[in-house]
């Protein structure tokens, strides 16, 4: 199917543990984004990708990890997972227009 | 810090009657977005305001940017109990696609 798709939606894991959110899209949008968003807040931004290996940190980028080896795939992995990290991780893509086309979001609890 | 701050946090309103909210933003952008969120999912964009815009309409919705005052505001006429979301207000200032978020309005349509 079209579009862009997180996996996992839900994921329960421990304090520590390394943790890998994927998301991918079927439009070869330059640009993707991970976002955080805390219950009853915004998004706060993670990191970004302009495109294939090229990524830039966000306002909140400590503790996760990005890579962008394929224009599709935009993987965030947590390095150490800590129970701050406690959050819905949306993934999204702009293409050659400004509009964002966003993921269903994964939620995230660490224990 | 969040780039752009969404007032008021929550409004409640009957069925037919107009919503606005307002979004004030700190630096200089290209363009000012609004986007919806339904409870538990992703963002889905409204609509696009280009700075050198000052009023775009789409369907019940109207946008005004006073790049002056660095605010917008987005109205919905009429509204509905379909329209109960958040609603959140995008910018990408001026050095690229890095999309920052505000925290968003609450709005509850009551019927």
């Known amino acids: 199917d079209a579009g862009i798709t997180q996996s996992p939606r839900y994921k329960i894991t421990e304090t520590g543990r390394q943790v890998t959110l994927m998301c991918h899209q079927t439009?070869?949008?330059?640009?993707m984004f991970w976002y955080r968003q805390d219950l009853g807040h915004g998004l706060r931004l993670i990191y970004y990708?302009?495109?294939?290996?090229?990524?830039d940190k966000g306002e909140v980028s400590d503790g996760y990890v990005v890579s962008r080896s394929k224009t599709e795939n935009f993987p965030l992995t947590l390095e150490s997972a800590t129970r701050s990290q406690t959050s819905v991780y949306f993934c999204?893509?702009?293409?050659?227009?400004?509009?964002?086309?966003f993921g269903q979001g994964t939620r995230l609890t660490v224990v | 810090s969040q780039q752009g701050e969404e007032d008021p946090q929550a409004l409640s309103i009957q069925e037919g009657e107009n919503a606005t909210m307002n979004c004030s933003y700190k630096t200089s952008i290209n363009n000012l977005q609004w986007y919806r969120q339904n409870s538990g999912r992703g963002l889905v964009h409204l609509i696009l305001?280009?700075?050198?815009?000052r009023e775009k309409h789409s369907g019940r919705l109207r946008v005004t940017l006073d790049t002056s005052k660095k605010s917008s505001s987005l109205l919905i006429t009429a509204s509905r109990a379909a329209d109960t979301a958040s609603y959140f207000c995008?910018?990408?200032?001026?050095?690229?696609?890095?999309?920052?978020f505000g925290e968003g309005t609450q709005l509850t349509v009551n019927p």
């Open positions: 999204a893509s702009i293409g050659g227009q400004v509009e964002a086309f």
């Open positions: 990708s302009a495109a294939a290996d090229i990524t």
């Open positions: 305001i280009r700075s050198n815009e």
């Open positions: 995008a910018t990408d200032g001026t050095s690229g696609s890095r999309l920052t």
């Open positions: 439009w070869s949008h330059s640009y």
